[in-house]
């Protein structure tokens, strides 16, 4: 059984900078996923379980960057120059397999979510 917990989300203005941070138990391949209201949930990034390999949307490239501590069982979002469009609930999320994959419905694992709001 694998267990999520997010933590960092905020409120911040546009250009500004958030770390995410998600507890992680087991050995899995982590993905983040964001849902803005009145929005299906989209793939942000995800990482292989030893951290060698990474995906990300083409609307974070570059802005931010996932990464993982396997000894503190923690995965990390760095979102940085962040947009009024990145404003939604992040959820960290995994999956058995070692694909890296971008689906929601791929993921068997997810966390309770974290807001982010950025305001212009």
């Known amino acids: 059984q694998v267990q999520l917990v997010e933590s960092g989300g905020g409120l911040v203005q546009a250009g500004a900078s958030l770390r995410l941070s998600c507890a992680a138990s087991?050995?899995?391949?982590m993905g983040w996923f964001r849902q803005a209201p009145g929005k299906e949930r989209e793939f942000v990034a995800a990482i292989t379980w030893n951290g060698y390999n990474t995906y990300y949307a083409d609307s974070v490239k570059g802005r931010f960057t996932i990464s993982r501590d396997n000894a503190k069982n923690t995965v990390y979002l760095q979102m940085n120059s962040l947009k009024p469009e990145d404003t939604a609930v992040y959820y960290c999320?995994?999956?058995?397999?070692?694909?890296?994959?971008?689906?929601?419905?791929?993921?068997?694992?997810w966390g309770q979510g974290t807001q982010v709001t950025v305001s212009s």
């Open positions: 999320a995994g999956r058995s397999g070692v694909q890296l994959t971008t689906t929601p419905s791929t993921y068997g694992y």
């Open positions: 087991g050995r899995t391949t």
